[in-house]
Structures are given as C-alpha cells and as structure tokens.
C-alpha cells in the first residue's frame, strides 16, 4: 500500500526536519514548506492525506492557511502544531476546521496517534462527497424526486433545534444532509464540528467527544476540550455513530440529555448548548435487538431520521452529478475536457454504483485527468465498471416483458413531460408563475420538474 503523504508547514528548519524524521519513522511520506504561502503552492500541484502546520509564522500564517485550505479542500484534514501560549489560537482554529492540534513540544507517541488519526478519517471519508463549487463548498446535487423530498426535508428541520440520524449507504452523502442542516440553521455562524467515530480507538472515544484535564493520564501534558464542548452554539455531528463502543453509549446518552458533562480526569461540570446530528451506515435498530446499541440511545438520536437512498435507487441524479464532477475536476486539475460520450452516459446509467456517489466522483477524477481528448470515452472506463454494466444489463433483458414495458413507457412519459413544460414555458415568455397556472400546478411544483428536466426559463 502507498505511504500516506504528509505536509508539513513551520517556518523553523529544525522543526521542519525533526517531523520529517518523526513521522518518516512512522512510514509516512513527508513534504515541508517554510511558510502558508509555499504550502499552498505545493497543495494545487500534490495531494496529502493531511497537513500539520505551525500557527505563528511570517506571511500566511497558519490560520490564514487553515481558512484557504477550508476553502479549497474541506476535507483534508488541518493539524495545529502550538507553543504552549497559543493554545487558546489553537482552539479558536478547531473551532474553524483544523482537525486537531499538538502543544510543542510533543512526543513521538502523541504525533503518531493523531496523524494516525487524521489518516484514517481522510481514507474513510475521502473528500467527503465534496461536490463542490468554489460558491458553495458542501452543496447537496442531486434532481431526482427522493432529492427533492430531501431538501424539502431539510428546509424543515434546519430552524428548528430538533436531533437528527441520517442514514445511508457509504458515499450516499450524509455529512454533506448534516451540513446543510447546519448552514440553513440560526447556528449556521456558530462551530459545526465534527467526529467520525469509526476513525477513532476505543480508549480514545471519552477524550475525544468530553475532553480531558492536565494530568488524567500519561501524556496529558495540558487540558484539551472535547468536541462537545468546542461545538457549543453550534453543531456536533457524530458520524458513523453506530460504531461507538457500547461502554461509552451511557455518557454519550446522558450528555445529550443534559447538555453536560465532565472532562476526563475532570469534576467540574461542564455545559453547552449543541445541536446533534448522528449518521451511520449500519441498521441501528438491528443492533439494537442484537445488544450492540442502546435501546434508549438509538430513540434519542431517531427523533427526526433522514434516509439517503444509494445512487442505484435514483437513477436520474447519476448525469447530473456527472456533469458536476467534470465541471469539478476540470476547474480543480487545469483541463477543458468539453463533455461525456453518448455511450459512456449509458455505461453510467447502467451500473450500479456500489460506492455511490463517492465512487463516481472518483471515476470522474480518473478519467478527466486521463483524458486526452475533448471527450470522456469508453476506453477510459475502468473495466471493472465496463464489465458489472454489462452484467446489469444482461439481468434487465431477462426482466419480465411488462416490467420492461414500464421502463420503456416511463421513459417516454418522462420525454413529453419534458416537451410540454419547455414549450408552456416558452409561450408564457419564461414566466414561471403563469405557466404553472397553464399547467395545473404550483410553481414549487413547476420549479422542481424543471431541475428534474434540466430546464432553464428561456431567455429573451
């Protein structure tokens, strides 16, 4: 397996090569720049799976690096390496995104378990389906009806205070429902902090989520808040909730019941104001019969669920995301790949996508970056999808002719849908509210069959 790239970012030279033999000893593949300014240059010509980076340095400094890198790649993960008498900087920078931060001076050990860390959740939740526009970092694509009913969802719960458990598939885009919620909520100025539980050991879930005080255990040099308490205002949101270990389910239970809580090693109590938001990719309710999650746990977290259906059950999301993610990578590696082939479309339309969208968001990177012409052709398909579409397309010919009978009218139901919509919409000069009046139905209505439809209002 490849060695994970590390970037290291501090304006010291013997700083800079004491991590780089640090974390060369751990495996880790290590570039260093001096200053913000280099790290960024080198960040739009390589990829790392994390940053760690010093706060006080000359030119960009490390929260100003922090914030372009929020900007520019949310997911990767950001950690602050802090002198003693910044740790309140160093705090403010989780608050805006870093991943976690390290007081020098530091031991092996203590490097070690956090890049380890931040490793684990860039590989779990790579990129983290960030379809994603320079405008709007964690926009939600998607134009199918299931979609729809999930902004509309959304639109909602989010003024509301109100626990949420989103669940779906891996790569469905769950983080990306948690943080619209967050974003059209009156916290949306407020910390929205996250913790993926399944990136984390056991023995660490208590330090993690609560914090700890100086001299809880060996190696806690100074006290650390928790991720409840740096959300306080704001949003926590558990990811992957059903891997936290049934020991620590108690408190976690009893933290969100009371909005307090202790710091390990700790006996002040603590109180925030957080709103939860949970997401898993496991059948919650399954482990609750089966004893691994707490009954009283999973009915505190499902008061309000969300399911994310997989890619395979919207079938008329996968061009438009396509189409954003060529839009995406062309913008993010330099190229003018003009479009997708016809057949290619259709390869696409045919698999099954088991990776859901974070599969063809990758795809998608691939194949643009290999492109040699103006389009994405078959040949640069991956045989494996190539291969599974023609499977799926061999089990479709053996459906039963009636079921084969509703795709085919469906489909051409949907295309004088389409017909009458754009050429209403043309008569009324673009006019939205009119037409839907022709048409018999709301504008919301209207509005929506148009993104279904990839309609525009004509211009004039």
Same mark, same amino acid.
């Given at each position: 397996?490849?060695?994970?790239?590390?970037?290291?970012?501090?304006?010291?030279?013997?700083?800079?090569?004491?991590?780089?033999?640090?974390?060369?000893?751990?495996?880790? @593949?290590?570039?260093?720049?001096?200053?913000?300014?280099?790290?960024?240059?080198?960040?739009?010509?390589?990829?790392?799976?994390?940053?760690?980076?010093?706060?006080?340095?000359?030119?960009?400094?490390?929260?100003?690096?922090? @914030?372009?890198?929020?900007?520019?790649?949310?997911?990767?993960?950001?950690?602050?390496?802090?002198?003693?008498?910044?740790?309140?900087?160093?705090?403010?920078?989780?608050?805006?995104?870093?991943?976690?931060?390290?007081?020098?001076?530091?031991?092996?050990?203590?490097?070690?378990?956090?890049?380890?860390?931040?490793?684990?959740?860039?590989?779990?939740?790579?990129?983290?389906?960030?379809?994603?526009?320079?405008?709007?970092?964690?926009?939600?694509?998607?134009?199918?009806?299931?979609?729809?009913?999930?902004?509309?969802?959304?639109?909602?719960?989010?003024?509301?205070?109100?626990?949420?458990?989103?669940?779906?598939?891996?790569?469905?885009?769950?983080?990306?429902? *948690?943080?619209?919620?967050?974003?059209? !909520?009156?916290?949306?100025?407020?910390?929205?902090?996250?913790?993926?539980?399944? *990136?984390?050991?056991?023995?660490?879930?208590?330090?993690?989520?609560?914090?700890?005080?100086?001299?809880?255990?060996?190696?806690?040099?100074?006290?650390?808040?928790?991720?409840?308490?740096?959300?306080?205002?704001?949003?926590?949101?558990?990811?992957?909730?059903?891997?936290?270990?049934?020991?620590?389910?108690?408190?976690?239970?009893?933290?969100?019941?009371?909005? !307090?809580?202790?710091?390990?090693?700790?006996?002040?109590?603590?109180?925030?104001?957080?709103?939860?938001?949970?997401?898993?990719?496991?059948?919650?309710?399954?482990?609750?019969?089966?004893?691994?999650?707490?009954?009283?746990?999973?009915?505190?977290?499902?008061?309000?669920?969300?399911?994310?259906?997989?890619?395979?059950?919207?079938?008329?999301?996968?061009?438009?995301?396509?189409?954003?993610?060529?839009?995406?990578?062309?913008?993010?590696?330099?190229?003018?790949?003009?479009?997708?082939? *016809?057949?290619?479309?259709?390869?696409?339309?045919?698999?099954?996508?088991?990776?859901?969208?974070?599969?063809?968001?990758?795809?998608? @990177?691939?194949?643009?970056?290999?492109?040699?012409?103006?389009?994405?052709?078959?040949?640069?398909?991956?045989?494996?999808?190539?291969?599974?579409?023609?499977?799926?397309?061999?089990?479709?010919?053996?459906?039963?002719?009636?079921?084969?009978?509703?795709?085919?009218?469906?489909?051409?139901?949907?295309?004088?849908?389409?017909?009458?919509?754009?050429?209403?919409?043309?008569?009324?000069?673009?006019?939205?509210?009119?037409?839907?009046?022709?048409?018999?139905?709301?504008?919301?209505?209207?509005?929506?069959?148009?993104?279904?439809?990839?309609?525009?209002?004509?211009?004039?």
């Amino acid at each position: 397996m490849k060695a994970a790239r590390i970037l290291v970012v501090d304006d010291e030279l013997n700083m800079r090569l004491v991590l780089k033999a640090m974390l060369k000893k751990e495996g880790y @593949e290590v570039v260093t720049a001096a200053d913000g300014l280099e790290a960024l240059k080198i960040l739009r010509d390589e990829k790392f799976a994390v940053v760690a980076t010093d706060l006080k340095m000359p030119g960009l400094d490390g929260m100003g690096l922090l @914030e372009r890198i929020m900007i520019d790649d949310p997911s990767l993960p950001v950690i602050i390496l802090t002198a003693y008498g910044t740790v309140a900087n160093a705090v403010d920078a989780l608050k805006k995104g870093a991943f976690d931060y390290l007081t020098k001076p530091f031991e092996q050990g203590e490097l070690k378990t956090v890049v380890l860390k931040a490793v684990k959740t860039r590989l779990i939740n790579d990129s983290d389906l960030s379809t994603a526009t320079d405008a709007d970092p964690h926009r939600i694509v998607g134009t199918s009806g299931r979609m729809a009913d999930i902004h509309e969802i959304v639109r909602k719960v989010s003024p509301t205070t109100t626990t949420v458990l989103i669940t779906g598939e891996t790569g469905t885009g769950k983080e990306l429902i *948690a943080r619209a919620i967050h974003r059209n !909520s009156a916290r949306s100025v407020q910390p929205f902090i996250k913790i993926n539980c399944a *990136a984390i050991a056991e023995n660490l879930v208590e330090s993690e989520l609560f914090g700890y005080e100086k001299g809880a255990f060996t190696g806690a040099v100074t006290t650390k808040p928790g991720r409840f308490e740096l959300a306080h205002q704001g949003t926590l949101f558990l990811d992957e909730v059903g891997e936290i270990p049934r020991d620590m389910q108690v408190k976690l239970l009893q933290a969100i019941q009371d909005q !307090s809580f202790e710091r390990v090693g700790g006996l002040k109590t603590i109180s925030v104001d957080v709103r939860l938001i949970a997401a898993t990719n496991k059948n919650l309710l399954q482990q609750v019969k089966e004893g691994k999650f707490r009954e009283d746990l999973f009915y505190r977290m499902n008061v309000f669920p969300i399911h994310v259906p997989p890619l395979r059950e919207r079938t008329e999301d996968i061009l438009p995301l396509a189409d954003f993610f060529l839009e995406k990578f062309n913008r993010k590696l330099g190229r003018a790949v003009a479009g997708i082939d *016809a057949e290619v479309r259709d390869c696409f339309l045919a698999y099954h996508w088991p990776g859901n969208i974070r599969e063809l968001e990758h795809l998608l @990177e691939r194949v643009v970056l290999m492109a040699e012409g103006p389009l994405i052709t078959m040949k640069l398909v991956p045989e494996e999808v190539v291969a599974a579409t023609g499977e799926n397309r061999r089990a479709s010919a053996d459906l039963p002719e009636e079921a084969a009978g509703r795709d085919v009218l469906k489909s051409h139901m949907e295309g004088m849908e389409r017909q009458i919509i754009a050429r209403c919409l043309e008569e009324c000069g673009g006019n939205v509210t009119r037409a839907a009046e022709r048409l018999g139905l709301s504008r919301k209505g209207l509005q929506l069959k148009m993104i279904k439809h990839n309609l525009r209002k004509p211009r004039g």
